[in-house]
């Protein structure tokens, strides 16, 4: 382990280096080279080391700053480097103990202190380099966020986004170069958004208030049948709970939604679980379409959509820590599935044919796991009284692949 970390990311605050530590400018003295955003670097002013543009595409960016490892190099960011920024990318590239982190205050950290909010209450959000529609995710009556804008246009966005969505009456609070002599704090409403002139650099915070037409959606598993836009080809909302259930969404983790239909299952495992992953395998294109609609209203439009019919589009796929299987249990899907899941992984199938049960009651006594018969009846209008009329009755297992996770 080298005494001194040869890469420093100093987050630099809107007031330039005047916001900066002793160490952090000792270290930026220090420095022979120096990566940044135009921006930053522009607040350097004269210095002596290389000043280095971050490229696009980024990755072009990563190489270069590789080969000046064992030179004593900068890298300056916005606020927090670790918190939605730059810092936080470099981890996955070099290791700890190549890296120091200084930290500035950050913007979420300046919005909550203007406004008097409790940080810990709020949504920390961004929607730089990320869909607007993922912050849909966290709406919900009396939910306050805190969200990085991409640019000046964001606020616009999110205005339209919230309106949309029914949260037209929620405050909007936008706050431009926070910390820096150009300030400014304006509040409106979502529905009566006009503010122009907005700086690229701006944070946008929201309380949220629903309207009439809003349809808050909580984040646990069994939303309403009406939530998704379907063909029919959709695990339906008990089925769908149960699944989820025996799935297990645990953070970071990947599910192969396999046969997704409207992706029902795929988009709820991404609901529940911070940094899950999901890919949803679909042969059907207009299938595909329902899909990504469905992804962008419930706020997971990261979900990924495969193309291929399985077992052939597993190829090249990402280990799955977990697989839902809602049809198409022959031609070797399972197998092909069962050996691509990680071992301590969970596998579900559900089955309506005669011919995909015999296979999960073959599959339940070599395996193991939980098989059950599931029937659900509904209350309906049978003339002038009611009655309750079955739905198909579906088969469902689940199993946990042996070995550890």
Not at 148 to 163: E, F, I, K, M, V
Not at 186 to 206: M, Q, Y
Request: charged share 20%; net charge negative; proline share 6%.
């Amino acid at each position: 382990m080298p005494d001194r970390p040869w890469l420093t990311v100093i987050g630099i605050g809107d007031a330039g280096l005047d916001s900066l530590s002793e160490e952090a400018r000792q270290l930026l003295a220090d420095a022979t080279t120096v990566f940044g955003g135009e921006r930053h670097l522009a607040m350097l002013g004269d210095t002596d080391a290389e000043t280095i543009p971050w490229a696009s595409p980024f990755e072009d960016s990563l190489e270069r700053l590789a080969n000046f490892a064992g030179t004593p190099t900068v890298v300056l960011a916005t606020g927090d480097p670790m918190w939605f920024g730059v810092g936080a990318t470099l981890t996955r590239h070099f290791p700890p103990e190549a890296m120091r982190v200084l930290p500035a205050p950050a913007a979420f950290q300046l919005a909550a202190a203007r406004l008097g909010w409790p940080l810990q209450d709020c949504a920390c959000l961004t929607v730089h380099g990320r869909p607007v529609e993922a912050v849909a995710r966290a709406l919900a009556p009396g939910a306050q966020l805190l969200i990085y804008s991409a640019d000046g246009q964001s606020p616009q966005a999110l205005a339209r986004l919230l309106t949309g969505r029914g949260y037209g009456p929620s405050r909007m609070i936008v706050l431009e170069h926070l910390g820096g002599e150009r300030e400014r704090v304006r509040e409106t409403t979502a529905i009566g958004f006009d503010f122009d002139n907005i700086a690229d650099l701006n944070t946008v915070a929201v309380a949220c208030v629903a309207g009439r037409a809003a349809e808050p959606r909580p984040l646990v598993a069994g939303l309403p049948d009406d939530a998704f836009v379907h063909d029919g080809k959709m695990t339906k909302r008990v089925l769908r709970a149960l699944a989820l259930a025996a799935l297990s969404p645990m953070s970071g983790e990947l599910l192969w939604d396999v046969g997704a239909g409207s992706g029902s299952i795929s988009v709820e495992w991404l609901r529940g679980a911070v940094r899950a992953r999901a890919i949803a395998i679909e042969p059907v294109e207009a299938r595909r379409a329902l899909i990504a609609e469905n992804a962008a209203t419930l706020g997971v439009p990261e979900l990924a959509v495969v193309g291929d019919a399985a077992p052939a589009a597993f190829e090249g796929l990402d280990q799955p820590d977990a697989v839902f299987i809602g049809g198409g249990l022959t031609d070797g899907v399972f197998d092909a599935a069962w050996e691509a899941l990680r071992p301590g992984g969970r596998m579900v199938a559900h089955a309506v044919t005669l011919e995909s049960e015999a296979l999960l009651i073959a599959l339940h006594e070599r395996l193991g796991g939980e098989l059950m018969r599931v029937s659900v009846e509904r209350a309906e209008k049978v003339g002038p009284y009611r009655g309750f009329k079955p739905s198909m009755t579906v088969v469902h297992w689940h199993v946990t692949k042996g070995g550890s996770r």
